[in-house]
């Protein structure tokens, strides 16, 4: 496995996040899809990594500073072919450290409300992330779940 910086225009990236943006608007109304397009991701207070197994795109996942405590966790998702392969999980690991690294206080995210939502509601449950009012500029919204956990 290998985690690297961007690669945000790599063909196979841009596919997996096709894929990310149209998944989440099959299960949420445009409006509660908080998903950042290619352009908000190469933001420079965005950080992009990518997961790869040989030369297999496995996942994705960003963060995106919110402040200089607070960071936010954005475009997670793992490529079908790996799903339940712990990809996810390697992915938040890494944000995690890399969020500590960083220095940040917090570290937070926006995810669904629906079925489809739950196996990503219980990893990070498991990292001890716990539901928490909007953050930044969220609103209440039936469709989003915000999760948020204090970085030591």
Not at 95 to 115: F, P, W
Not at 123 to 141: A, I, R, W
Request: hydrophobic letters at 40%.
């Amino acid at each position: 496995m290998d985690i690297k910086v961007g690669e945000l225009r790599h063909e196979a990236v841009i596919s997996l996040l096709q894929e990310h943006h149209e998944d989440m608007l099959a299960h949420s109304p445009p409006e509660s899809v908080h998903a950042l397009d290619l352009s908000a991701l190469e933001h420079p207070d965005v950080t992009f990594w990518s997961l790869w197994v040989n030369q297999d795109l496995a996942g994705i996942g960003a963060i995106k500073e919110l402040d200089k405590d607070h960071c936010e966790i954005k475009s997670m998702r793992t490529a079908t072919k790996f799903l339940r392969k712990g990809i996810a999980r390697k992915i938040l690991e890494h944000i995690v450290e890399q969020a500590t690294l960083r220095s940040y206080k917090r570290l937070s995210l926006e995810t669904g409300t629906v079925d489809a939502f739950i196996p990503a509601q219980k990893l990070y449950q498991q990292f001890g992330f716990q539901t928490c009012v909007p953050f930044g500029n969220y609103q209440e919204d039936p469709y989003s779940m915000f999760m948020s956990k204090a970085i030591k």
